[in-house]
């Protein structure tokens, strides 16, 4: 059983800045592509980033593209996403999630076999 806790959500600034954490326990996921993904109020749960398992392939929403920044410690069993430049469009829970598939990262929700509980970040404008 993989169980992922994420951490680093709060309150920013638009134009502000936030690192999410997601760390994982019962599993070395080493091996295995992550994601992270938001949810807003209202809205169905939508792809923000992956990364492959070694941290050499990451693909980005366009929304996202040049802003936000995933990677990966692998010895810490741990996955980031930097947040930069943040709007208030960004406000959302945030989730990460563990595809234990072997294979590329997905942008698809239903590749991901284990999520987390979600950590909550708001914008202000």
């Known amino acids: 059983q993989v169980q992922l806790v994420e951490s680093g959500g709060g309150l920013v600034q638009a134009g502000g800045s936030l690192r999410l954490s997601c760390a994982a326990s019962?599993?070395?996921?080493?091996?295995?592509?992550m994601g992270w993904f938001r949810q807003a109020p209202g809205k169905e749960r939508e792809f923000v980033a992956a990364?492959?398992?070694?941290?050499?392939?990451?693909y980005y929403a366009d929304s996202v593209k040049g802003r936000f920044t995933i990677s990966r410690d692998n010895a810490k069993n741990t996955v980031y996403l930097q947040l930069s430049s943040l709007m208030p469009e960004d406000t959302a829970a945030y989730y990460c999630?563990?595809?234990?598939?072997?294979?590329?990262?997905?942008?698809?929700?239903?590749?991901?076999?284990?999520w987390g509980q979600g950590t909550q970040v708001t914008v202000s404008s």
């Open positions: 999630a563990a595809d234990l598939q072997l294979g590329r990262p997905s942008r698809v929700i239903a590749s991901y076999d284990y």
């Open positions: 019962g599993h070395t996921l080493s091996s295995y592509a």
């Open positions: 990364v492959s398992w070694s941290g050499g392939t990451t």
